[in-house]
């Protein structure tokens, strides 16, 4: 059974960095593609960055191209959303999720974490 356990996030002041964690377990990472996804108060669930099991990265977003990255090691099975630059409008919840592919529908990741909060707030 795919556990996806996400960590890391918190308040930072608008400027600042966050790095946020997915811990993977119950597969082999290295065949799967995993998501990072945010759902703000009142809005639906969108795209962040996914990285696909050869490494390449799909923006789902521009806003936050040049400010987050996505990396993965699979040898301790977790994949890393880098986070600077934040903005007060990156506040979310922020899921991580795998899949076979980089998939560009919400609603094609099957296996999700339970979230992890980031505020961004002076």
């Known amino acids: 059974q795919v556990q996806l356990v996400e960590s890391g996030g918190g308040l930072v002041q608008p400027g600042g960095s966050l790095r946020l964690a997915c811990a993977v377990s119950?597969?082999?990472?290295?065949?799967?593609?995993i998501g990072w996804f945010r759902q703000a108060p009142g809005k639906e669930r969108e795209g962040v960055l996914c990285?696909?099991?050869?490494?390449?990265?799909?923006y789902y977003t521009d806003s936050v191209k040049g400010r987050f990255t996505i990396s993965r090691d699979n040898a301790n099975s977790t994949v890393y959303l880098q986070m600077n630059s934040l903005k007060p409008e990156d506040t979310a919840v922020y899921y991580c999720?795998?899949?076979?592919?980089?998939?560009?529908?919400?609603?094609?990741?099957?296996?999700w974490g339970q979230g992890t909060q980031v505020t961004v707030a002076s």
């Open positions: 990285i696909s099991d050869s490494d390449e990265r799909t």
């Open positions: 119950g597969i082999t990472l290295d065949h799967y593609a």
């Open positions: 999720a795998a899949e076979f592919e980089c998939y560009r529908d919400v609603d094609d990741f099957d296996s």
